[in-house]
Nanobody, 113 residues
Framework: VQLVESGGGLVQSGGSLRLSCTAS????????ARWYRQTPGKERELLAM????????YYVASVKDRFTISRDNAKNTVYLQMNSLKPEDTAVYYC???????WGEGTQVTVSS
């Protein structure tokens, strides 16, 4: 089982990034997926969730209307489109399925002011 996040980088405040998470080693289309983020010294924070079909999504208040989660089951990939980025969005971003499996290395997002 493996989850590989990518797409992070350095962006100015107000900018956009699209993160990808590609899964392998299990039947990705059978599981809901979630995006999380973590900053040093803090617990991992749930951001968004999508069901196995892609029809139902959920967002925490801090990212709702700015972030969009989506998936392509044919590519075993879940995405996080992040718009209107703020410096407080700076973190390492991770994905996982539900129920969770082992974590990937994450992808660093840095938003400069």
């Amino acid at each position: 089982v493996q989850l590989v996040e990518s797409g992070g980088g350095l962006v100015q405040s107000g900018g956009s990034l699209r993160l990808s998470c590609t899964a392998s080693g299990f039947t990705f289309s059978r599981y809901a997926a979630r995006w999380y983020r973590q900053t040093p010294g803090k617990e991992r924070e749930l951001l968004a969730m999508i069901d196995s079909t892609g029809r139902t999504t959920y967002y925490v208040a801090s990212v709702k209307d700015r972030f969009t989660i989506s998936r392509d089951n044919a590519k075993n990939t879940v995405y996080l489109q992040m718009n209107s980025l703020k410096p407080e969005d700076t973190a390492v971003y991770y994905c996982n399925r539900l129920p969770p499996t082992s974590w990937g290395e994450g992808t660093q997002v840095t938003v400069s002011s």
